[in-house]
């Protein structure tokens, strides 16, 4: 219809000139205006919550910051250790609404909308449990131990359905499962703090991307740069947190 071709168009718009706020309004509009989404809408509708969110945890982090650096002052004032907390209280009302929000829409249209059998429908089905996951995990991050605890389970047990589907339906090398190994273990480490689970997760995708690699065509040779890029990424993370894991251990 006009106004699905509007809202797509005008989600471009706004992600080119980086407001993103309203990428995600119009986004949004077209996600809950259709059945399923095509590959284009879902990577525009990811970068949308992704870059509106982004900033939000950014912010909370330094305004994290700020208020440990304020308390330790030796010229503290209550006045600013006030207003520093009523500032974090609304950014993570922020996140929590923008989560809350994406969360709700994977739940209700998006996972819905992919039922059926084939590649395209399967690789949403991960793309959907994943990004289910990885919101499910910056509400972890922002909120108090016990509320902590609770969203970070949700959050492992959609990693986990991902995984799934996942390591029976797409090759070790398909940037989806890659990116899905990445972020998982990200959580396990930050979030969870298993050092010893995340380092076996990296090594595992590593490892079978790796001996998955000569056998890639031609038509997976265009998905080789992002696939070349997140397993440097998991490399990396190996390395460090092998590393940190054996001065702790």
Partial sequence: SGIHVD???MAKLAEESERFEEMLEFMRAVATSKDSL???????????????VGSRRASLRTTILLEAKEREA????????????????KVEGELEKYCNEIIGLIETRLIPGVQGGSQSQVESQVFYQKMHADYFRYLAESREPGLREETALRADASYQRARQIADKS?????????????NYSVFLFEVIGSQSKACELA??????????????????????????????VLGDNLRRWSE???EHG
Avoid at 38 to 52: D, F, M
Avoid at 170 to 182: D, E, S, Y
């Fill in 244 to 246: 940190e894991e054996a």
């Fill in 74 to 89: 030796s010229d503290t004032k209550p006045w600013r250790t006030e207003l520093l907390a009523a500032y974090k209280c």
């Fill in 170 to 182: 797409l090759t070790p090398t398909h940037p989806i499962r890659l990116g899905l190994a990445l």
């Fill in 38 to 52: 095509t590959l284009e809408e879902r990577n525009l509708l990811s970068v949308a919550y992704k870059s509106v």
């Fill in 7 to 9: 809202n797509l168009y």
């Fill in 203 to 232: 090594k595992q995708a590593l490892d079978d991307a790796v001996a998955e690699l000569d056998t890639l065509d031609e038509e997976s040779c265009a998905d080789s740069s992002s696939t070349t890029l997140i397993m440097k």
